[in-house]
DNA sequence: CTGAAATTGAAAATCATTTTCAATTATACT
DNA sequence: AGTATAATTGAAAATGATTTTCAATTTCAG
């Protein structure tokens, strides 16, 4: 985690950006939280502990780390923006159960290379991409199964 | 389009819904109109030909058009809520360049495969997916080079 | 220290989407 | 055709996430 701050504060300096206290504890915050969560989410979780810092400025700090390739947003298709951690972590995809909402990260490097073919039959140049399965994961799967015999 | 239109009719008597002319209106301009429409673009259009179909209206159809099979939604990832046509249309993924915005439509039997046996491999049962690939299409790929030569 | 420039947080603005409600319309039944 | 009733319509307001504004505060280079 120290190696992600220390990265963030000299992104904030390229940028002539300051490195202040409430940036410093939202990326704490969002470093130490589960991933997938939404501005309003980092949000609340702050408050907990620190009610001095505002929404606006978690919402501008979040945009930040972003930008200096931290995190990454996420689309769960409900319209809410949602980021999970990007540095040191692989590339992935979701699985994402309709019943419960939990996900489940994948990756299939037969699925990422037939992709760049794909691509590449269209003459498109690829940069990153996005897919997502929806369905019912094992334990929904199961209690959809118990509810139909009933 | 009549087998679309007919379609839409039982399926609005079946639900006990009315069989309106704005009703009709909106779907053959939905039908007739290029693909990817969001309620706002759907809803400029008719206004171009009869101003007399309001908004709520226009969001309230889509929605039935949806319900019937008649439309899906996409997500190019803008937060915007648009709709192609689904009947008689197979599954497909998405090609979306990132400087004009075009999108084109692929399928590859392939990757759909893959992507089963994915979700099986984590016991996950699928319902459906999306894959949309982000990059630069032909066009946008080579002016990107041009400028970088400049 | 000091001053210029960046940041902050509360509040307001934005913008797509969704709902409300009184007036209007479609449809089933005389 | 006329009537009852239940659904629909459109303007306007509500919603909810996101984004901006702005005066007060803080950072940090010099
Ligand atoms: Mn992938
Ligand atoms: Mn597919
Ligand atoms: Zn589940
Ligand atoms: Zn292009």
Do not use: W
Not at 20 to 37: D, G, N, P
Not at 51 to 73: C, D, F, M, P
């Amino acid at each position: 985690m120290q190696k992600e701050i220390e990265l963030f504060k000299a992104q904030l300096r390229k940028y002539n950006l300051k490195v202040t206290q409430q940036r410093l504890k939202i990326l704490e915050a969002f470093l130490k939280a589960e991933r997938h969560l939404s501005c309003d989410d980092l949000y609340r979780m702050i408050r907990r502990h620190n009610s001095e810092i505002g929404y606006a400025t978690v919402y501008r700090t979040l945009k930040i780390i972003q930008k200096t390739g931290l995190a990454r947003e996420v689309d769960f298709g409900d319209k809410i923006s949602r980021l999970e951690h990007e540095y040191g972590h692989k590339h992935h995809d979701h699985l994402i159960c309709l019943k419960c909402g939990r996900f489940f990260e994948v990756f299939d490097p037969d699925i990422e290379l037939l992709q760049e073919k794909l691509a590449r039959k269209h003459k498109f140049n690829p940069i990153r991409h996005k897919m997502d399965i929806f369905g019912y994961c094992r334990k929904c799967s199961q209690s959809i199964n118990q509810t139909q015999r009933m």
